[in-house]
């Protein structure tokens, strides 16, 4: 069982620069996520996908947007990546909803130099 | 106040101990709660929910305090292997919010 699946697992970028976060999960679940991890801090909601077809902002949605291409995959994109986006990135997915236990991927860590 | 709010640790204790520890969290409205464990550069996983009546996973014991407006984790005869951080996390439906405590470190010594 993949459960859930990121990719990249690594990636440098130099400012000013785009990409894509691949997630991919095949637990048949609705909601999935995509997360930030900073040092010291807990993990901040940067999007969610409550069902396929809707995404909402979640606490930390500036500089990112997001795409949900069916119900296996939801996309994270930086347009123009800044210094303040390196963290470790983590998708997730749940059943149904934000109410409901996650299974995580195993993050992206992107360094923006 | 922190949303939710964790004793960042370290706990050091021996092989075999108990330990517990708390997570606060502000919003008293909040329904569903749980406790992940995250290794050393990996990815949380999902070690509880809990529930309002307590809940028991063989060494690991989860409270919910309604009135004070905590969770705890108790953990018995501790192995090297629960070596982690431990993280609470809370939900706010009411604001479509999830959110993470900054987590627990916990050691285990032999």
């Known amino acids: 069982n993949a459960g859930v699946t990121q990719t990249p697992k690594f990636q440098v970028l130099k400012t000013g620069q785009s990409m894509t976060l691949q997630c991919a999960q095949d637990?048949?679940?609705?909601?999935m996520y995509w997360y930030r991890q900073d040092p010291g801090m807990g993990l901040r909601l940067i999007y969610y996908?409550?069902?396929?077809?809707?995404?909402d902002k979640g606490e930390v949605p500036n500089g990112y947007n997001v795409s949900r291409l069916n119900k296996r995959e939801f996309s994270l994109r930086l347009e123009s990546a800044a210094p303040s986006q390196t963290s470790v990135y983590f998708c997730?997915?749940?059943?149904?909803?934000?109410?409901?236990?996650?299974?995580f991927g195993d993050g992206t860590r992107l360094s923006i130099l | 106040r922190k949303e939710v709010e964790q004793d960042p640790g370290p706990f050091n204790v021996p092989e075999g101990a108990t330990v517990a520890f708390n997570c606060t969290y502000s919003?008293?409205?909040?329904?569903?709660f749980f406790w992940y464990r995250q290794d050393c550069r990996k990815e949380p996983k999902l070690l509880m929910s809990?529930?309002?009546s307590g809940n028991e996973d063989g060494r690991f014991t989860a409270q919910l305090n309604r009135a004070s407006q905590y969770i705890s984790l108790l953990i018995r005869d501790s192995k090297l292997s629960d070596s982690a951080t431990y993280l609470c996390?809370?939900?706010?439906?009411?604001?479509?919010?999830?959110?993470f405590g900054s987590g627990t470190r916990l050691s285990i010594r032999p």
């Open positions: 809990v529930y309002s």
């Open positions: 996908s409550a069902s396929e077809g809707t995404t």
């Open positions: 996390v809370v939900d706010d439906s009411s604001a479509s919010k999830i959110i």
């Open positions: 637990m048949n679940h609705n909601s």
């Open positions: 919003n008293s409205a909040s329904q569903s």
């Open positions: 997730a997915s749940s059943e149904n909803g934000l109410d409901q236990p996650q299974h």
